[in-house]
T-cell receptor, first 113, second 112 residues
Framework: GENVEQHPSTLSVQEGDSAVIKCTYS??????FPWYKQELGKGPQLIID?????GEKKDQRIAVTLNKTAKHFSLHITETQPEDSAVYFC????????????FGKGTTLSVSS | DAGITQSPRHKVTETGTPVTLRCHQT?????MYWYRQDPGHGLRLIHY???????DKGEVSDGYSVSRSKTEDFLLTLESATSSQTSVYFC???????????FGQGTRLTVV
């Protein structure tokens, strides 16, 4: 089955700086890579996702890049703001059937003003 | 929260007692999932369902069972709760394969 590793586990940045979180996966057949944001006391919510037929996707201040050869994908947040402080999770399909997602261990991002 | 209701939201139970957590959805999503969240472990998949009465094991299924008798309800049962099952449990739903998962608000379970 798939295995997802996420780094770093914690990340502290100053407001306005960029933040990058990286995940690696093990199954070269995986084709869907979402990123979730979890605020305190809430369930995770999708913020951006990418499929294996594209290398990069952007949505305002966030972007995701995918390197299929190296089997890693990254979340980039530019011009960070205090409200970006949260736990971020990457995920990949559990199996080739894509019937479930498995998640990385999460990154706690702290943005100080 | 995509019409997902988890109940109860908080529960304290004693070691050795059975516990059932309920997930109810109003979105008619085919897929439903149970995850547990623990510090240092992130979100781990317990069981999932791909249709009524169709379920499969996830990463950490030992000690848990599930049932789905209706599209809208997915039950997670701890047959005999242990302290290692103290966790926050999240239910999620999905429309199809390799697509977005929508999460509920979570259930905090404490086994004493």
């Amino acid at each position: 089955g798939e295995n997802v590793e996420q780094h770093p586990s914690t990340l502290s940045v100053q407001e306005g700086d960029s933040a990058v979180i990286k995940c690696t996966y093990s199954d070269s057949a995986s084709n869907y890579f979402p990123w979730y944001k979890q605020e305190l006391g809430k369930g995770p919510q999708l913020i951006i996702d990418i499929r294996s037929n594209v290398g990069e996707k952007k949505d305002q201040r966030i972007a995701v890049t995918l390197n299929k050869t190296a089997k890693h994908f990254s979340l980039h947040i530019t011009e960070t703001q205090p409200e970006d402080s949260a736990v971020y999770f990457c995920a990949a399909p559990l199996n080739q059937a894509g019937t479930a997602l498995i998640f990385g261990k999460g990154t706690t991002l702290s943005v100080s003003s | 929260d995509a019409g997902i209701t988890q109940s109860p939201r908080h529960k304290v139970t004693e070691t050795g007692t059975p516990v059932t957590l309920r997930c109810h959805q109003t979105e008619n999503h085919r897929y439903m999932y149970w995850y547990r969240q623990d510090p240092g472990h992130g979100l781990r998949l317990i069981h999932y369902s791909y249709g009524v009465k169709d379920t499969d094991k996830g990463e950490v299924s030992d000690g848990y069972s599930v049932s789905r008798s209706k599209t809208e309800d997915f039950l997670l049962t701890l047959e005999s709760a242990t302290s290692s099952q103290t966790s926050v449990y999240f239910c999620a739903t999905g429309i199809g394969k390799a697509t977005e998962a929508f999460f509920g608000q979570g259930t905090r379970l404490t086994v004493v």
